[in-house]
């Protein structure tokens, strides 16, 4: 294979490279589910980005963003999306992880008191103690409800949360001993 050969086909290399990193960084730059205020009844609405759609022009232009799923849907599945304004302004912001991470953030458990750390998004994730002081993992609540719920409900560790839902579904497994007192 002659050099001009080996250059010319390095050069598309690299343009398809090019290509395919500015589509996966367009998918996980849209992926995840998103908290977005509804234009038509100021309310707030859960919504997903087609990420795919996303990636696949993002390799050849901007990207251009449309929803894969609405809370509001099938009953408006009609609407012109024009809440994409606000994933497009900030994609960050809205997204569901990132707003449950910043409410967490600096806050302690309501029942040891011992702060929340960094959430964990595959193990150990922390709760929400209702108002009647239930606890509830975050991930139960649509994320539509959030904004009303972190209003309300306090922050609990993961711990608190799993000795919590033992004794609330299994009382007849647990014994409750005093605490014992150091001197």
């Known amino acids: 294979m002659s050099t001009g050969v080996q250059i010319v086909l390095l050069v598309i290399a690299v343009i398809v490279l090019v290509l395919v990193i500015r589509g996966v960084r367009a ?15 100021e309310k707030p609405a859960a ?6 759609h996303a990636a ?29 304004k606000q994933i497009e302004t900030a994609p960050e912001d809205c997204l569901v992880k990132n707003i449950v991470t910043k409410w967490y953030e600096g806050k ?7 702060p929340i750390h960094e959430v964990e998004w595959m ?6 103690a209702t108002p009647d ?10 994320p539509e409800r ?11 560790c993961w711990s608190c949360h799993v000795d919590a839902t ?9 014994t409750i001993r005093p605490a014992k007192w150091r001197e």
């Open 27 to 41: 998918y996980f730059r849209y992926q995840g589910k998103r908290l977005v205020t509804c234009p038509e009844n």
């Open 56 to 84: 696949g022009r993002a390799t050849v232009s901007a990207p251009e963003l449309r929803l894969s799923e609405c809370s509001r849907w099938p009953e408006r599945a009609g609407c012109g999306q024009m809440c994409l």
């Open 123 to 128: 193990g150990h994730k922390p709760a929400l």
């Open 166 to 174: 033992l004794l609330r579904e299994h009382p007849d497994m647990v």
């Open 47 to 52: 919504v997903k980005v087609d990420a795919i």
């Open 108 to 114: 302690n458990c309501v029942f040891c008191g011992k």
């Open 133 to 142: 002081r239930k606890t509830v993992s975050w991930d139960s609540i649509s």
């Open 146 to 156: 959030l904004p009303e719920v972190f209003e309300t409900y306090a922050p609990v």
